[in-house]
């Protein structure tokens, strides 16, 4: 093969991947600075009533119309916890443990990434799917004509009520979660309504609610950026904006469990480092 030939062949393999790099960089540019924007316009209309009167709709979208969704899949999820748990735990004579493991489940993670899931495929799709309908008809460019911000009237009241109502739908996910488990536990096993309650006071305590109520609100800041970035960036006609509100909720949900991950770690880190002990387990 002559040197102009492989050459050729060379620029041919690494064509694609380039591409699609700069378009990953590109990406990854736009959100970055979107998300800059957002904080900008944050601090800039902190002290503007008149803005603030734009979240309570949103407060109204975001968290009471999907209250009764975050109750029900939080009831169900602790009544899946128990009985899946009960077997293996009466099988080494702990059963009365049970409400201690599956409460400390719900708090620290079951609740938070649960709302944070019901408000992503809830509230997160119809944030992008509004967004983008707007980009494609071109209403954002007629407020932009009209010297309106689009991202202080828009994405900026709608990230601040995710933020503001997702630690409050994981409060009832998790009292709802909490209740689910005993139902099952003391009603269908028969385990004693004071050891239900005894042993969940002794695993969970104010740094593991603490610790839930403050993943949520990562996870509310993620959902309300990612699912607006998608709405303001969609591409052209019904088909784009399906393919956006698509991708904001897989996005959505992938960083939400990456997300979970990490903070659970440094939670748990930082809880050994402040107090040092890992505090009561499963069996003492």
Not at 24 to 36: D, I, N, Q, W
Not at 185 to 193: I, L, S
Request: with cysteine; hydrophobic share 55%; aromatic share 10%.
């Amino acid at each position: 093969m002559t040197p102009p030939a492989l050459a050729g062949t060379l620029n041919a393999m690494l064509a694609i991947p380039l591409k699609r790099t700069g378009d990953l960089l590109e990406r990854l540019g736009l959100f970055v600075a979107f998300s800059c924007s957002i904080a900008l316009w944050m601090l800039r209309d902190a002290n503007k009533p008149r803005r603030w009167r734009l979240i309570w709709p949103q407060l109204f979208d975001v968290g009471t119309m999907s209250l009764s969704v975050v109750m029900i899949t939080g009831g169900f999820i602790g009544m899946v916890l128990a009985v899946e748990l009960f077997a293996q735990f009466a099988a080494i004579g702990q059963e009365t443990r049970l409400g201690g493991v599956v409460n400390i489940s719900v708090v620290r993670h079951v609740g938070p990434v649960l709302a944070a899931m019901m408000l992503a495929g809830r509230v997160g799709g119809a944030f992008t799917a509004e967004l983008g309908t707007m980009v494609v008809t071109e209403q954002i460019d007629a407020m932009r004509s009209m010297a309106t911000d689009p991202v202080s009237y828009l994405v900026v009241p709608r990230v601040l009520a995710c933020v503001i109502m997702i630690p409050i739908l994981t409060i009832f996910s998790d009292v709802v979660g909490m209740a689910g488990g005993w139902l099952i536990t003391v009603k269908m096993f028969g385990v004693t309504n004071h050891d239900y309650w005894s042993f969940s006071a002794s695993f969970v305590n104010m740094w593991d609610v603490m610790t839930g109520l403050s993943k949520s609100v990562f996870f509310g800041l993620a959902i309300g950026v990612i699912c607006c970035y998608k709405g303001f960036y969609c591409g052209k006609g019904a088909r784009g904006v399906g393919r956006a509100t698509t991708d904001a909720f897989v996005t959505s949900f992938v960083t939400i469990i990456i997300m979970n991950f990490f903070l659970a770690k440094f939670s748990k880190d930082l809880y050994h480092l402040l107090i040092g002990s890992s505090g009561m387990t499963a069996f003492g």
